[in-house]
Nanobody, 117 residues
Framework: QVHLVESGGGLVQPGGSLRLSCAAS????????MGWYRQAPGKERELVAS???????NYGDSVKGRFTISRDYTKNTVYLQMNSLKPEDTAVYYC???????????WGQGTQVTVSS
């Protein structure tokens, strides 16, 4: 089993920055790619960014150039640096990991990000 715990969410003004962290524990050797998703009220969950085991990154169109995903293998942690935040970035952000054997998804509990003046 893999456990993912997010932290770093909060309230920020438009144009501000936040860094989210996702700490993995348990059978972390099972994790392949990891990523961040978000879900705003009334909307479907969408991919924000992902990073492969070879550190290949992928971003949603709405965050390209503003967000950066990174992975620290020594700390079993994935980060999401969010800059130039906009009100439309407001959502619950979820950490995701993919099991390399089964292909199943692991999810964290989510962390709220609110961008408002």
């Amino acid at each position: 089993q893999v456990h993912l715990v997010e932290s770093g969410g909060g309230l920020v003004q438009p144009g501000g920055s936040l860094r989210l962290s996702c700490a993995a524990s348990g059978s972390i050797f099972r994790i392949n790619a990891m990523g961040w998703y978000r879900q705003a009220p009334g909307k479907e969950r969408e991919l924000v960014a992902s990073i492969s085991i070879r550190d290949t990154t992928n971003y949603g169109d709405s965050v390209k150039g503003r967000f950066t995903i990174s992975r620290d293998y020594t700390k079993n942690t994935v980060y999401l640096q969010m800059n130039s935040l906009k009100p439309e970035d407001t959502a619950v952000y979820y950490c995701n990991g993919i099991d390399r054997v089964s292909g199943l998804d692991y999810w964290g509990q989510g962390t709220q990000v609110t961008v408002s003046s």
